[in-house]
């Protein structure tokens, strides 16, 4: 390291500025930055025993900035420009940090990944949970008074005395109690096109047709909104919409990322079966044991356990670092994924930052944690631990019935006797023609036996899921763990027993799973100490819990998803993080009472939609209101609704609506690659394609490698669960609907499906009414006039066709609509 890049890295830290950590960065770092740290670098460098080489410590953010005698070690944002990095990567002769060894590709990369992000350190943004008292009770008054942990109760609805005030449902008096508490009022109430858009966008994700348009503006009955909703609620596209919207929160994926890219050939079924159970209003508590224990669930039909081991590939699709040398880390991590996306997804929990000390900011200890770690320890989730592993499957179709698995078998024998006989008659001299007739008659009998048996057999068809852990199996035997110090397997500290986290289900209760008959039969297999033998996983058990009315997360979670699906922000903005970093509710008893009303209909996710959709609150306007502005500039208290960016799949989806080009073909795999081939990496270049014209989602994800129309628009990252995306308004997406062939192409075709005959002026007015379901202005309809003729005569010289030319121009004027704001905005 040079003495000038050292100057260079003292001068950039020291400009550096104090950067404000999201709840994001601060989980990053307590899952994966400081137990490196504590495992790695505190030995030498400010650890308890006081050691610090170099004159550094690797305590603190101001630490690290101040650095030690070569200089500032961290540069926040350049990750080039740090000597912490350039220590761990061994590229200095003279910096070369751990001094024992280099750490491995992914802690070097999760190091780098941080000090891009700014170097957040959580201790500096929040009140860190200051843990319980040796001597002292669990938890502080405080903690068990924390809003989310409280039971969910229905609290009365407001009363409002604004005799002007417009309700439609107790919705609207828990909004305009909070309005005039504050001295506000809600917006005047929207126009009958714009709520049509709005809604058909919400439930679908596609534009309404002009058709659609009109027979809402022309229908003078009382329950005409309510017939549009029902409508779209019972669109097949409402499943693909909002199947998506669960997808993000799933991480789903058709690829697995990370080290080695390898295809998941099968889990477009599990994203097919979520389409499914949105599509029949699967309720919301079925929806989610089948997730997490749809095996062990009871199944009438072979439908049923079809689509219950389907839906527990929600555990499976993970991504995992299939050629980790250490296979019992792989299990542990593959284990702290899961546990993670179920306590994010279901109860908006951080549980995954208590791996290696006690929460640092939810009362969530250790000892918790590895309660459930254990529970998918004990779950099989790998087919093999290979060079390259490779995840289980499991075949639905009926063939793991005692008589199919029988049918198989016989199958097989038949196929290894026709072998003989083939082989047999292979080997027999061509004079011996009695001998040959009686093996070829033979095989021709084998051959109708295997024919008739395979004709009788249900197809195979293989989902990703998981089983129960058996002994000798991929994973292990149902057995609680013992707290692993710092993270480490190799340091165990006390046994867990399986309990659900005791903020929520209390200090006293009972073991959720039952000990073996030996409750002092302990294990000790491959570096790891098991804890006493349990009779079956838990799965099941925490599948139940979670899916109690009585839970204080689980509804309130969902509810607020769907809010926040309708209305740009939840009624609490952080939908992954209901605890101490996540934000408070704009509106809690409006949540709760939602909650409640939506687990007295049964959990019925199109209920909730109803009811939502139903009220005052919904249909208001986006019309600005400075005074309100100036109180209230981020509307948390609803003065007017969210004028909201389409996502990148509804982007593309209306481009292809609109244009009349949309394929509407449901289901299937759009995927090139075989299953558990490289998808992209080094081994492989993508073969995947994206020019389908289909939905966007039922495009491949391939992690490492999203699709660039999906990355210009936001689209979630697919190697973690993530309830809400973001949306940035940026200048490469203006310049993609400029310039990307797809949007060409779309526009060509909008162009060519306008009116033949009649004026110029007519076939703008149906490019509007299709584009933005509104009848053009005046001026509009000059100024599109005035393009195209211009345009076509800009292209005389280069163009003799005069109907070629016009085509032209009339493709590029519907670009101009595509690129619009209006087009990619819903009011």
């Given at each position: ?134 001597d002292g009770p669990l938890f502080t008054p405080e903690q068990k008074a924390f809003w989310a942990f409280q039971t969910v109760r229905e609290p009365k609805a407001p009363e409002i005395r ?17 309005l005039n508490d504050n001295g506000l009022s809600p917006a005047a109430p929207a126009d009958r096109r714009t709520l049509i858009r709005r809604v058909t966008f919400d439930l679908t994700g ?148 208590a791996r290696c000390h006690d929460h640092k900011f939810d009362p969530i200890p250790t000892r918790d944690y590895y309660s459930l770690l254990a529970v998918f320890t004990s779950t099989r ?447």
């Amino acid at each position: 390291m040079t003495a000038l890049l050292r100057r260079a890295a003292l001068f950039a830290a020291l400009l550096a500025p104090p950067t404000r950590a999201s709840a994001g960065d601060d989980e990053f770092f307590e899952k994966k930055i400081r137990p490196l740290l504590a495992e790695k670098c505190l030995k030498c460098h400010g650890g308890p025993d006081g050691k610090v080489k170099g004159g550094l410590k690797l305590t603190s953010r101001a630490a690290l900035l101040e650095g030690g005698d070569s200089g500032p070690s961290v540069v926040p944002g350049t990750p080039e420009k740090s000597l912490l990095v350039t220590a761990v990567k061994y590229t200095d002769d003279g910096l070369k940090m751990p001094p024992k060894g280099k750490l491995s590709d992914a802690e070097i990369a999760d190091l780098t990944k941080w000090v891009k992000a700014g170097a957040s350190w959580p201790k500096e943004t929040a009140q860190a949970n200051p843990g319980p008292k040796a001597d002292g009770p669990l938890f502080t008054p405080e903690q068990k008074a924390f809003w989310a942990f409280q039971t969910v109760r229905e609290p009365k609805a407001p009363e409002i005395r604004n005799p002007r005030a417009v309700i439609r449902n107790d919705i609207d008096r828990f909004v305009l109690a909070r309005l005039n508490d504050n001295g506000l009022s809600p917006a005047a109430p929207a126009d009958r096109r714009t709520l049509i858009r709005r809604v058909t966008f919400d439930l679908t994700g596609l534009p309404p047709a002009p058709e659609e348009v009109t027979a809402f503006l022309n229908d003078t009955s009382a329950n005409a909104w309510e017939k549009v909703i029902d409508r779209l609620l019972a669109s097949p596209a409402y499943g693909e919409r909002w199947a998506r919207h669960w997808l993000d929160v799933a991480r789903y994926a058709d690829s697995n990322g990370l080290d080695e890219n390898t295809a998941f050939g099968n889990a477009w079924r599990y994203r097919d079966y979520v389409i499914k159970s949105f599509n029949d209003d699967k309720p919301y508590d079925r929806f989610l044991r089948e997730q997490l224990a749809g095996d062990l669930l009871p199944a009438d039909s072979d439908d049923a356990r079809r689509e219950q081991l389907t839906a527990t590939g929600f555990l499976s699709l993970g991504p995992k670092v299939l050629a980790e040398p250490d296979k019992q880390k792989m299990l542990l991590d593959i284990a702290d994924e899961q546990l993670d996306t179920v306590g994010k997804a279901f109860m908006g929990l951080t549980l995954g930052c208590a791996r290696c000390h006690d929460h640092k900011f939810d009362p969530i200890p250790t000892r918790d944690y590895y309660s459930l770690l254990a529970v998918f320890t004990s779950t099989r989730t790998m087919q093999n631990l290979n060079t390259v592993a490779r995840a289980f499957e499991r075949d639905p179709s009926g063939s793991e019935r005692p008589e199919v698995k029988a049918d198989r078998a016989k199958l097989d024998q038949l196929k290894k006797e026709l072998k003989k006989v083939e082989q047999e008659f292979s080997k027999t001299p061509e004079a011996d023609k009695e001998k040959r007739r009686e093996l070829h008659l033979k095989a021709e009998e084998k051959r109708a036996a295997i024919k008739k048996l395979e004709a009788a057999l249900p197809a195979p068809s293989a989902v990703l899921a998981v089983e129960e852990g058996t002994a000798g199996a991929y994973g292990t035997q149902g057995r609680n763990l013992y707290v692993q110090v710092r993270g480490n397997y190799s340091t165990p500290g006390v046994e867990a027993p399986a309990v659900f986290p005791r903020i929520i289900a209390g200090e006293d209760q009972k073991p959720f799973v039952p000990v073996g008959p030996n409750p002092s039969d302990k294990l000790e297999a491959n570096k790891i100490r098991y804890g006493a033998l349990r009779e079956r996983s838990g799965r099941l058990e925490l599948a139940n819990w979670l899916a109690d009315p009585a839970h204080p997360l689980t509804a309130r979670v969902f509810v607020n998803r769907v809010w926040q699906h309708h209305f740009g922000e939840g009624i609490v903005r952080s939908p992954d993080n209901f605890g101490r970093l996540g934000e408070r509710p704009t509106h809690p008893d409006l949540l709760d009472w939602l909650a409640v009303q939506f687990t007295r209909n049964g959990w019925s996710p199109k209920k909730l939609h109803k009811l939502i959709l139903l009220s005052a609150t919904y249909q208001m306007s986006t019309a600005h209101d400075p005074k309100a502005a100036l109180a209230d500039p981020d509307n948390r208290l609803l003065w007017r609704f969210n004028r909201r960016r389409l996502e990148a799949e509804a982007v593309r989806d209306s481009m292809l609506a609109v244009a009349g080009t949309l394929d509407r073909t449901a289901g299937g795999s759009l995927l090139n690659n075989g299953n558990f081939e490289y998808v992209t990496n080094d081994q492989s270049n993508t073969r995947t394609r994206y020019d389908s014209l289909r939905r966007s989602v039922y495009l491949p994800v391939i992690r490492n490698n999203v699709f660039d129309f999906f990355q210009a628009f936001d689209f979630v990252e697919p190697h973690v669960g993530n309830g809400k995306r973001a949306s940035t308004v940026i200048a490469s997406q203006a310049l993609y609907l400029m310039n990307n062939p797809f949007v060409t192409a779309q526009a060509k075709a909008f162009a060519g499906s306008l009116p033949k005959g009649g004026s110029d002026e007519t076939r703008a007015k149906s490019a509007y009414l299709r584009a933005f379901a509104r009848e053009a202005t005046a001026d509009e309809l000059s100024r599109a006039v005035s393009f195209v003729r211009k345009y076509d005569a800009a292209l005389a010289d280069k163009e003799p066709d005069a109907a070629a030319r016009r085509a032209r121009a009339w493709a590029a004027w519907c670009q101009v609509l595509f690129a619009s704001s209006e087009f990619v905005y819903v009011n």
